[in-house]
């Protein structure tokens, strides 16, 4: 029989085992296997699978209207966006399909904001190592990764990369040219490390001093997945001019958005960008049910709690495994085992005992659980890596 992938573009690489049903935090495969889900489609699923207020508002919505443009007003995302500004320190709003897209708009902002002040010398954006920021062309060059730049014609112009956590470099590199400092409050890919609070807030005085703009990509550690509504939110006086948001907002269906101060954003008027699908009427039905549970103090004050559970299972993990753990990495939800050499055999163990992980950057075994779980499922999936390492140990 032909290899039933053969069409695909192999630029993933994924196991064997394919789901064809979720419920809550499990997956399902075809005979009915389950898996306890604790990537969520990389820290997509907030709600986990089939959330029932999730499938009505898409089911209601599917049998009324899907698409129009944003020729036309999408009543929805107006709503959405009200809710979005009243929490947050946003005034503006433009929805997209992705984060990749999210952070396209973010740069471009960036850029026209000191184009329309005069200071079209004021391009440069500064990024951080360990960045990911999407797949497009921008998004390569904001991420400055040189694997998933390797082939794709010369670097952009525009963009310094200093190394995560040298202050010296940051000050050196913040100039003139600079529109805008361009980070994730905690990073996903690049192996799951949060920028201690202290340097949030020292980031935003420099911004500050210096005229240039502070923009967060909270794609993936946005929405609820640290314990605060956006991962920021952990210091005060630390808001971003700008920020990009994706994954957990749609909870599964694909959206996203880059806010912006009324200031900043202003900059934006009719014609300088634009998205035939963004934010429409399916995203927009979705993305409200999201927000009005994810934003709710009660929700989060139990992301918080079964953090806690989580930091101290995995710490317990570290611990009895000093000879293969360094410890453990992230913050709230978006967390993971530093492994002492890469944890992909360690994936694959755990997902023969019936738990799905990601891998990150800098060796990092990577979890990114639904937002419901409860402590029972964390248990279970700390029983499983500890069970999992030991095998990995004795192979
Ligand atoms: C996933 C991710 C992106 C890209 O989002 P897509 O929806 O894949 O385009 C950008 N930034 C961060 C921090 C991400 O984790």
Known sequence: MSDPRQHIMPVYNPPEEAFVRGEGARLYTEDGTAYLDFIAGIAVSALGHAHP?????????????????????????????????????????????????????????ARKYHWANGREDRYEIVTFTGAFHGRSLGAINAGGNPKYLEGFGPPLPGFTQIEWGDHDALDAAVTDKTAAVFVEPVQGEGGVRAMPEACLTGLRKLCDERGVLLIYDE???????????????????????????????????????????????????????????????????????????????????????????????????????????????????????????????????????????????????????PLIINDEDVRTATSTIDAAIAEWKAT
């Open 53 to 109: 207020a999730m499938v009505e508002a898409l089911k209601s919505q599917a049998e009324k209207l899907w698409h129009t443009s944003n020729m036309f007003r999408v009543p929805a995302g107006e709503q959405l966006a009200d809710k979005i500004c009243a929490r947050t320190f946003a005034d503006r709003v433009f929805f997209t399909n992705s984060g990749t897209e999210a952070v396209e708009c973010a740069i471009k902002t």
């Open 219 to 369: 794609v993936q550690c946005g929405m609820g997945r640290t314990g605060q509504l956006f991962a920021h939110e952990w210091v005060d006086d630390a808001a971003p001019d700008i920020m990009c948001v994706a994954k957990g907002v749609g909870g599964g269906f694909p959206f996203g958005a880059c806010l912006t101060t009324e200031e900043t954003g202003s900059v934006m008027q009719p014609g300088s960008h634009g998205s035939t699908y963004g934010g429409n009427p399916l995203a927009m039905a979705v993305g409200n049910v999201v927000w009005d549970i994810i934003s709710d103090e009660d929700f989060l004050a139990q992301v918080r709690r079964v953090s806690g559970t989580l930091a101290q299972s995995l710490a317990g993990i570290a611990e009895s495994h000093p000879d293969l753990c360094e410890g453990v990495t992230g913050k709230g939800l978006l967390t993971g085992l530093k492994m002492k050499e890469p944890p992909k055999p360690l994936q694959g163990h755990c997902r023969d005992k019936g738990l799905l992980v990601g891998v990150a950057g800098n060796n990092v075994l990577r979890l990114a659980p």
